[in-house]
C-alpha cells in the first residue's frame, strides 16, 4: 500500500514537473518574442550629411593676363632706333658719273648705295646705263625687280631736301618709295612688315599718269613719257610734315610720321627705294623701265 502510495506520489510529481517546465518554455519564447526589440533602431542617422560642400570654388580666375602685346613690334623698330644720325649725316650728291656703265650700281658705289636684300651685285642690284642722261652721260637703269636703295641710316632730326629725276620709257611704269625706316642687313632676313616704314609711294604709271600715295591717300599727277621728269620731297622731321613735287608742282603735303598707310608712328627718314615693280598703281601687271640721275638728300 505504501508502496503505490509512493508510486503514486511519485507520478502526480513527475506531471507536476512536466506543466512546470511546459510553462517555462512557453514563457522563455514570450521573453524572446516580447523582446519586442524595443530597439526600434531609432538611430535615425541624423547624420543629414550637411557637408553641403560649399566648395563655391570662387577661383574667379578671370584669366585678366591683358597681354597688351598688341605685337607693336612694328613701332618698336621704328622708336627702337634710340640713335640719330642727324648729326653725322654728311650730305648726298651723286650725279652716277663716276662709274662705269653696264656694271651693277651699289657694287661699284658702295655706301650709302645698297640693295633691298643687301646684295650688292646681285638680281636686285640696278645698272649704269649711258642710255640716258639729264647730266654727263650716265645714269642709273631699273628694270623688272631690280630694288636699288639709297641708304640714310637713322635719322630723327633736322630737315632734308631730297631731288632727282627720273626718265620712264615709252609704254612703261616706274617706282620708288621714300622710307621712313630701311631694315639693317641683320633684319632683312626677317618681315620687310615689320620692320621697314613706308613714308610713300610714287608710281609712274605707262599711260603718263601717276600717283602719290601718303597718309592713305592717292593724289594723282601727269608726267611725260620718254623725257626726264624732276622729282623733289622736302621731308621735316622737326615740323613732322612733308611734301612731294613733280615738275616744280607739289603734288601733295602731309604729316610725315603717318606714312603711307596714314597709320604709321614714325617720324624718321631711312632712305629711298628705287623699285622694279611688275605693277602699275592699279596692281595691273606692267613692264618697269625707267632711268634716274642726279641724285642728291641735303640737309638743310
Not at 543629414?48 to 613690334?73: E, G
Request: with cysteine; hydrophobic share 35%.
Amino acid at each position: 500500500m505504501t508502496t503505490w502510495r509512493t508510486f503514486a506520489l511519485l507520478l502526480a510529481l513527475t506531471a507536476s514537473l512536466a506543466v512546470a517546465c511546459g510553462d517555462d518554455d512557453d514563457a522563455t519564447d514570450a521573453g524572446s518574442d516580447a523582446s519586442t526589440d524595443t530597439d526600434t533602431d531609432t538611430d535615425t542617422d541624423t547624420d543629414t550629411d550637411t557637408d553641403t560642400d560649399t566648395d563655391t570654388d570662387t577661383d574667379t580666375d578671370t584669366d585678366t593676363d591683358t597681354d597688351t602685346d598688341t605685337d607693336t613690334d612694328a613701332d618698336n623698330a621704328c622708336t627702337g632706333d634710340t640713335e640719330d644720325g642727324a648729326d653725322s649725316f654728311v650730305d648726298v650728291a651723286d650725279d652716277i658719273e663716276g662709274y662705269d656703265a653696264g656694271v651693277a650700281m651699289a657694287e661699284q658705289a658702295g655706301d650709302p648705295w645698297t640693295t633691298w636684300s643687301y646684295t650688292p651685285g646681285g638680281a636686285n642690284d640696278a645698272t649704269v646705263s649711258d642710255a640716258q642722261a639729264t647730266s654727263g652721260v650716265n645714269s642709273i637703269y631699273v628694270d623688272d625687280n631690280n630694288d636699288l636703295v639709297l641708304s640714310l641710316g637713322v635719322l630723327a632730326s633736322g630737315s632734308y631736301q631730297i631731288d632727282f629725276n627720273v626718265f620712264v620709257e615709252a609704254g612703261n611704269n616706274g617706282y620708288f618709295n621714300i622710307l621712313q625706316r630701311f631694315w639693317t642687313e641683320d633684319e632683312s632676313s626677317g618681315d620687310a612688315q615689320t620692320y621697314c616704314f613706308w613714308g610713300t609711294e610714287v608710281y609712274f604709271d605707262p599711260d603718263a599718269t601717276g600717283i602719290v600715295r601718303a597718309n592713305a591717300v592717292d593724289t594723282p599727277f601727269t608726267y611725260t613719257q620718254d623725257a626726264w621728269t624732276a622729282v623733289s620731297a622736302l621731308i621735316d622731321l622737326e615740323a613732322d610734315s612733308a611734301t612731294v613735287t613733280i615738275d616744280d608742282t607739289d603734288v601733295y603735303t602731309w604729316q610725315w610720321s603717318l606714312g603711307a598707310t596714314g597709320e604709321n608712328t614714325c617720324a624718321h627718314l631711312g632712305g629711298i627705294n628705287f623699285f622694279g615693280a611688275p605693277q602699275d598703281s592699279t596692281t595691273a601687271a606692267a613692264d618697269p623701265s625707267f632711268y634716274i640721275d642726279d641724285v642728291s638728300v641735303v640737309k638743310q
